[in-house]
């Protein structure tokens, strides 16, 4: 069955580099794109980034310049890294996989990792 | 950015059918996707492209709309569906709502 699980660190220092991993069972990399989504506690989510099945890469316009997603499709692996990190940075990080391509993008989040609580605190 | 405006909370008796409202700032065509989300999990995919129910979920819930305002309907309300509705849409990016809080009485 399809399933992603998030892993990095809970607490990261003011100015510093977040790097988070996804690991991914039950689909290609090469035939579903991975977006990363995070959500604040008691807000909406925010859609941060996404790693096309094709290897092409597409950011959220507000983070672009202090975020990086790459992968490892002989791991099954999705990676985000995202410098200068501030507490309002502070919520839960989920990878999630994207809608299929067949039949037109549609651009919707069908499964979702449980997520890993973030906390930019020094 | 196209900004998606939900109404913060509602409360509902069980047996009772509720409509959920989603605005968005732009037309985004039939593009709005509605997710169910219980405290302490993650989001659960219910309603796609405005009116098609996902895999997996009771046919109580619904959805519909289109351009700027949709509505996600839950008839009747059981007492499990007490959670945060969030829309989602994908025809200019990718944006969520604020989320409205559904309690029951």
């Known amino acids: 069955q399809v399933q992603l699980k998030e892993s990095g660190p809970g607490l990261v220092q003011p100015s510093e580099t977040l790097s988070l991993t996804c690991t991914v069972s039950?689909?290609?990399?090469?035939?579903?794109?991975v977006s990363w989504v995070r959500q604040p506690s008691g807000k909406g989510p925010e859609w941060m980034g996404r790693?096309?099945?094709?290897?092409?890469?597409a950011y959220n316009s507000a983070l672009k310049s202090r975020l990086s997603i790459s992968r490892d499709t002989s791991k099954n692996q999705v990676f985000l890294k995202m410098n200068s990190l501030q507490t309002d940075d502070t919520g839960t990080y989920y990878c999630?996989?994207?809608?299929?391509?067949?039949?037109?993008?549609?651009?919707?989040?069908?499964?979702w990792g449980q997520g890993v609580m973030v906390t930019v605190s020094s | 950015d196209t900004v998606l405006t939900q109404s913060p909370a509602l409360a509902v008796s069980p047996g009772e059918r509720v409509s959920i409202s989603c605005r968005a700032s732009?037309?985004?065509?039939?593009?709005m996707h509605w997710y169910q989300q219980k405290p302490g999990q993650q989001p659960k995919l219910l309603i796609y492209?405005?009116?098609n129910l996902a895999s997996g979920v009771p046919a109580r819930f619904s959805g519909s709309g289109s351009g700027t305002d949709f509505t996600l309907t839950i008839d009747p309300v059981e007492a499990d569906d007490t959670a945060t509705y969030f829309c989602?849409?994908?025809?200019?990016?990718?944006?969520f709502g604020g989320g409205t809080k559904l309690e029951l009485k």
């Open positions: 492209k405005a009116s």
């Open positions: 790693m096309w099945y094709d290897g092409d890469t």
């Open positions: 989602q849409q994908s025809w200019n990016d990718w944006t």
């Open positions: 039950g689909f290609s990399l090469t035939s579903y794109s």
């Open positions: 732009e037309g985004v065509n039939s593009y």
């Open positions: 999630t996989r994207d809608s299929p391509r067949y039949g037109g993008y549609i651009g919707y989040f069908d499964y």
